[in-house]
């Protein structure tokens, strides 16, 4: 096992540097399941309540103003679902999702099986959403070890993200020119011992050992892809549609223009409106809180109330179950990509590969199935050498191991490749070397995530029957260091 | 038609004037938008593009209900025009982190 702790440590200082840029998620990329229900929803509503307090009392308006705003956000026209939960929900919990963010085993953030220094024998269908970058040390599909460095990523979120786009803002902005262009992703692989100071990552044009272009074809992740209209209006429908019905009817006991206005709780608001208006800003949060969660909730109800409180409960959970089912049920879609690349060799015509990815998650998610059916041409046409230099199939099944919330999810993978090499390589100085015949690998790799930190460490033992230049058979050990921006963005700018 | 005290959702009406409630802007919620007139099932579930058109023969409340489709970064803004004119301003709304549907109604006030 080749473990090259100084070059390991020189990369790990340049990802240091590319972790204060932003990014956004990927394009189609599965949206996360959240464990939330009405809990949930209950925490975010009180977060975003005590967040637009604050704004506004930070706001640079006259303190009649200011109060008169915070009692306008404190309406029921705008709250009443949040004074049902607060009434009905008895405990909140915290979340923590970047972890189910890291579990995703669809990604394809190193570089592909043929750069230099690969863990991956097979390519993955999703890209992270901005940049990715992945450092892996070792040798796969070559005899030449080396370190290559990957950066992955999306022009379109890189644009939105550098304009200080929310994290979702810029997968989500639909003018038709940007959804195409989203479909579009790029990689760049450096190879550090390549150029004027081998083992040094500098970046130019002599380490750039390989490019590539990728585009969605098909992206059943997405979910807005049409195929799933008919189920989001189902959802909508009789999961939204009940709970906006009951919300609009609680909404009158708070109301005291309203005939069923109930005084205590028309009390109530206007004692809490008071309240919160004259909160300091330090002491918003614990006022609301005092007020939802203690004052609200020592205020007698009426059995008609009490009703329509237990329904809004019931219909939140509902509603929320339903999305996350739902939204699992799209994560599980189907992804077909075409992928371009261009391998640069030193001294010899570059090899451009031609790659069709499919990914698929049957059995309900619990395992990641990946295809790749590619070949690879010359550049450009020599004497006596045929343009076509190989093609090859592979294939790769994924599947978490242990639990998520605990330890992050260790991935293990099982893959399998073939590779039919029909012309002999060109070598550096134009030495052509006998390569042709037969390849096949199989492969195990242990993916073990950093918990919360977008780093993971593959694992991967490799038995080759031959590599591209040694005809002899090889059992290799790498181990790699993969980071993906995403992962910190989300917490950084949600 | 007016707002009162700087409330967009809180409008002042002419009796039997007709309204009409449309997203004029929305990033990252779904095609369909819940509306419930007063409570009942009815308009239901709109395209987020259709305008939803009614009379104010009464106080009227219109309850909507936002889908977003992801878990933050959405964001609407919502628009009501009454046919005796006047000018509210739209009420928009930026979806909270973790935040899956937002909910407002609407109260249309007769003299």
């Not at chain 1, 460095?149 to 550098?162: E, H, M, Q, S, Y």
């Not at chain 1, 997968?171 to 081998?198: C, H, I, K, Q």
């Not at chain 2, 301003?89 to 909910?103: I, L, W």
């Amino acid at each position: 096992m080749k473990t090259k702790v100084g070059r390991l440590l020189l990369v790990l200082s340049v990802a240091t540097c590319l972790s204060t840029h932003g990014l956004a998620r990927q394009p189609g990329r599965p949206v996360a399941r959240q464990e939330s229900g009405a809990e949930g929803q209950l925490k975010a509503k009180v977060d975003d309540l005590v967040k637009k307090l604050i704004d506004i009392k930070n706001g640079s308006v006259t303190i009649a103003e200011k109060e008169n705003q915070a009692k306008i956000l404190l309406k029921p026209n705008r709250q009443t679902i949040l004074f049902a939960l607060a009434l009905a929900v008895k405990s909140l919990r915290s979340q923590d999702t970047s972890a189910l963010d890291e579990a995703r085993v669809d990604k394809q953030v190193g570089g592909g099986a043929s750069s230099s220094g690969s863990t991956s024998l097979v390519t993955k269908g999703s890209v992270p959403a901005i940049l990715g970058f992945a450092v892996e040390n070792g040798a796969l599909m070559k005899s030449v070890s080396g370190t290559t460095i990957t950066f992955r990523g999306n022009p379109v979120g890189i644009i939105k993200a550098l304009g200080n786009q929310g994290f979702i803002k810029s997968y989500n902005d639909d003018t038709g020119l940007t959804r195409v262009l989203r479909r579009l992703s790029f990689a760049a692989s450096f190879d550090t011992s390549r150029g004027m100071e081998p083992g040094t990552f500098l970046g130019d044009q002599q380490q750039l050992s390989a490019y590539s272009f990728r585009f969605d074809i098909l992206n059943k992740r997405d979910p807005r892809h049409r195929s799933y209209a008919d189920k989001w209006f189902k959802f909508v429908a009789e999961k939204g549609q009940p709970l906006n019905m009951v919300a609009t009817q609680l909404s009158n006991y708070f109301d005291s223009s309203d005939p069923k206005a109930d005084p205590n709780l028309v009390a109530w608001l206007k004692s809490a409106q008071d309240a919160i208006a004259a909160a300091a800003v330090g002491d918003v949060e614990s006022t609301v809180k005092d007020q939802l969660f203690v004052k609200l909730s020592s205020v007698p109800l009426s059995k008609e109330v009490q009703s329509l409180v237990r329904s809004i409960q019931e219909d939140v959970n509902d509603y929320e179950q339903s999305r996350a089912n739902f939204l699992e049920l799209i994560a599980n879609g189907t992804i077909l990509t075409f992928e371009f690349t261009n391998m640069r060799q030193i001294d010899a015509p570059d090899l451009l590969n031609f790659k069709a990815i499919i990914e698929a998650s049957p059995w309900s998610g619990k395992a990641s199935l990946t295809g790749n059916a590619s070949f690879t041409i010359l550049s450009r046409t020599l004497t006596g050498v045929d343009r076509v230099h190989d093609f090859d199939f592979s294939g790769q099944v994924d599947a978490p191991l242990g639990s998520v919330q605990k330890i992050g999810a260790i991935v293990l993978s099982l893959s399998g490749k073939y590779q039919k090499i029909v012309e002999n390589t060109i070598m550096p100085g134009g030495m052509m070397a006998d390569t042709k015949g037969n390849i096949r690998i199989v492969q195990a790799k242990l993916t073990v995530p950093v918990k919360g930190s977008g780093v993971k460490i593959p694992i991967s033992f490799t038995y080759a029957n031959r590599t591209e230049l040694i005809k002899e058979k090889e059992v290799r050990g790498n181990i790699g260091f993969t980071f993906d921006l995403d992962t910190i963005f989300s917490k950084l700018h949600p | 038609m007016r707002m009162i005290e700087g409330d967009p959702l809180d409008i002042q009406c002419d009796l039997d004037e007709d309204i009409t409630v449309v997203v004029t802007k929305s990033i990252g919620i779904h095609e369909f938008v819940n509306y419930s007139l007063d409570g009942s099932s009815s308009p239901g579930p709109v395209s987020k593009d259709t305008p939803v058109k009614f009379k104010v023969n009464k106080r009227r409340k219109l309850g909507v209900l936002i889908n977003y489709a992801d878990s933050s970064g959405g964001s609407f803004e919502i628009k009501a025009t009454g046919s005796g004119g006047g000018d509210v301003p739209p009420f928009a709304d930026d979806q909270a982190s973790g935040e899956h549907f937002d909910q407002f109604i609407y109260t249309f006030n007769i003299p």
